[in-house]
């Protein structure tokens, strides 16, 4: 989670809400692929941090199948990230801070663990929730 929130910082220097994200291997100890919010550098609505890691991953392994990987996140994912996780086959999710308005993990939606889909996830949520909340918090009052 340390990793991810040094890649949210990165999003918040340039201007985008700080939500960092890490891919780890199935082996837990290598980084596969790290991604930050870049929005507004990219100006894509797609170019949400756990999409980008999803697929800088899914390259470094030359295949669309996350199997046994971990992706580790600051926030907990949207309805469009959650799908992302679903579809990657990514085995395991930590999110630190809880999405109350958009979370697709438990706060509003739970696509991650519906039953009618074919893939779910392990879900771990909560770790080093108040520094990634906080992070979120100063980024919006700045602004």
Same mark, same amino acid.
């Given at each position: ?22 891919? !780890? ?37 030359? %295949?669309?199948? !996350? ?18 996780? %679903? %579809?990657s ?15 697709? $993990?438990?706060? !509003? ?13 392990? $879900? ?10 906080r992070?979120?918090?100063e ?5």
């Amino acid at each position: 989670m340390r990793l991810a929130l040094d890649e949210a910082a990165l999003a918040a220097s340039g201007g985008d809400v700080p939500v960092g994200a890490v891919v !780890l291997a199935p082996d837990g100890t290598a980084v596969l692929a790290a991604a930050h919010n870049e929005r507004e550098a990219a100006g894509d609505p797609t170019a949400h941090a756990e999409v980008l890691a999803v697929r800088r991953a899914a390259a470094e392994l030359g %295949q669309w199948r !996350l199997a046994g990987c971990t992706l580790v996140v600051t926030l907990e994912p949207c309805t469009m990230c959650a799908g992302a996780i %679903q %579809q990657s086959r990514v085995d395991r999710l930590v999110y630190g801070a809880r999405d109350e308005k958009a979370g697709a $993990v438990g706060s !509003l939606w739970d696509l991650v663990r519906d039953r009618r889909l074919n893939h779910r996830p392990e $879900v771990i949520g909560g770790v080093l929730a108040e520094e990634c909340s906080r992070l979120l918090t100063e980024f919006f009052r700045e602004r």
